[in-house]
Structure formats: C-alpha cells, structure tokens
C-alpha cells in the first residue's frame, strides 16, 4: 500500500501553505500538546483552499509568531471574542544575524 491510499485527515496545515493570503485569527491554542510551548495552532475566520482540501486552521513553530501569540494581552483578547486581523505571514530578515524570521502584520 502507498501512504496516499489512506489520505489526509488533519484538520490543520501548516501557516506557510497560506503564502500570501490575508487571514483573520479567532482564536489560539497550543499544539500538539497543551504543555508544548514552541507550537501553537490558530484559527482563521474563514477556510482557504489548500492542496484541494479547506483549512480554518494552522499550525506554526516560527518563534516570533508563537511567542506573539502566547503573550497573556493577546490571549485575554482572543478569549474575549476579539479578533486579530487580518494580517499575513512576513519574512524578515535580523540585522544581527543576517538570518531570516516570520512575523505576523497588519495586512492593511
């Protein structure tokens, strides 16, 4: 048997298969597990066509956006029905470094 013969069941993908698509962010929790702090798994507004499949949720463990996500101000907001957004996925480049990271934006 091929690994394609039993598909894909996940119900999230990675947030660098959104490219540049705009996203809403309604909430946040970690992943895979509750006590793993360097992933987290976000849920958008709406669903993205992706790999032919639709997808309102995605997982990341870039650092900057993780660390983002995970502080209490944003948490408090997310859990109190705001929302945040829409923004998109950057690449920035450290000036220390040379190296690069992904940041969340505004997208407006």
Request: hydrophobic share 30%; proline share 4%.
């Amino acid at each position: 048997m091929k690994l394609s013969e039993f598909g894909n069941n996940s119900t999230a993908t990675n947030i660098s298969k959104l490219g540049d698509h705009t996203f809403t962010i309604t909430t946040v929790k970690q992943h895979p597990y509750e006590d793993t702090p360097g992933c987290v798994k976000l849920t958008t507004d709406k669903e993205y066509d992706i790999d032919g499949k639709k997808y309102s949720e995605f997982y990341t463990t870039r650092t900057a956006i993780v660390s983002f996500l995970n502080r209490p101000d944003v948490a408090e907001k997310l859990e109190t029905g705001n929302t945040i957004g829409p923004v998109k996925v950057v690449k920035r480049i450290s000036a220390k470094t040379n190296r690069g990271y992904f940041v969340l934006e505004d997208a407006n």
